[in-house]
């Protein structure tokens, strides 16, 4: 056989080695099994509340937050609300007004403060609820007071006023620090490992619970939108809403990255009901 030949075959059977399709992401259930998005919207049409745990800079979860939201309108229309971490209570007065098309965007984006990856990934979901006349609510707590629980704890929210207060959860907090998710933030970057930390994002987990549970109305679904962090491992956001409401059918998706999506590292089953796999290379949104 010729050398020509040889290399002819030897690249058709590095060709046939190759895999042939290059999903942009896997579904999988807690117990990392392989499932579908119609399954994954099946169940959530059972829920009270959604947390859609996304990566910010993953163009993949942007555009399913986006699918499941337009799907899910066309299932419930009105008994559907949607909100985000993306955006602060002291926000949602500017927020109101550009949904009922009082201001402009740019008037939007000089009252509030937006993420700068606004315009791509979460301007959709905003437009979306603008257009069908959804209920769009802001849920975390303006990031100055959780910089002052970063630098001196929880107690230095005492001295604020009763307007500022109203802003966030309800103080006193409860706060577990045993929590995994939380104790791990202590060991992830020896930069950031101050002992309030972990305080810090308690104090967003529960003020994002505590307007999810104010602005929720039975027989409607509350869709959330945030970072995977906030409610991975069923703790976060969901750990506060159930220590108000032990019954509320809560479901929860991770957003997860894998050099491999064909099969959910062990590190990343149980880390939510449902948990998108997306490969590590995908494109980012910044």
């Not at 099994?33 to 994954?40: A, D, H, I, R």
């Not at 100055?144 to 500022?164: C, H, I, P, Q, R």
């Not at 307007?211 to 679904?221: C, D, E, M, P, V």
């Not at 869709?223 to 409610?231: D, R």
Request: glycine content about 4%.
């Amino acid at each position: 056989m010729s050398k020509t030949r040889i290399g002819i075959l030897l690249l058709a059977l590095a060709l046939m080695a190759m895999t042939v399709d290059k999903p942009a992401y896997q579904i999988y259930n807690v117990k990392g099994k392989k499932t579908t998005y119609n399954n994954m919207l099946k169940d959530i049409m059972g829920c009270e509340v959604v947390l859609f745990g996304e990566l910010h800079d993953n163009p993949i979860s942007h555009w399913l937050e986006l699918q499941v939201a337009k799907d899910l309108f066309k299932l419930k229309k009105q008994d559907l609300v949607l909100g985000a971490e993306m955006f602060e209570t002291d926000n949602q007065n500017a927020l109101d007004k550009y949904l009922k098309g009082e201001i402009t965007q740019d008037t939007l984006k000089k009252q509030a403060r937006l993420w700068k990856n606004y315009p791509t990934d979460y301007k959709p979901l905003v437009d979306l609820a603008k257009n069908t006349n959804l209920k769009f609510v802001a849920t975390n707590i303006p990031r100055k007071y959780a910089t002052m629980v970063m630098k001196a704890g929880f107690d230095t929210l005492n001295m604020l006023s009763a307007a500022e207060k109203k802003l966030m959860a309800a103080l006193p907090i409860e706060f577990d620090g045993e929590l995994p998710q939380y104790k791990s933030m202590l060991t992830m970057d020896s930069s950031h490992s101050s002992p309030n930390l972990p305080k810090a994002q308690a104090i967003k987990d529960a003020t994002m619970a505590s307007f999810i549970q104010a602005n929720y109305t039975q027989g409607k679904l509350f869709l959330h939108f945030n970072g995977s962090y906030h409610s991975d491992f069923f703790e976060g956001i969901m750990w506060y809403l159930k220590k108000k409401n032990p019954d509320m059918r809560i479901l929860t998706i991770s957003t997860v990255e894998q050099d491999d999506i064909g099969k959910l590292s062990t590190d990343n089953i149980m880390a939510a009901d449902y948990i998108i796999c997306v490969p590590e290379d995908m494109t980012k949104t910044y």
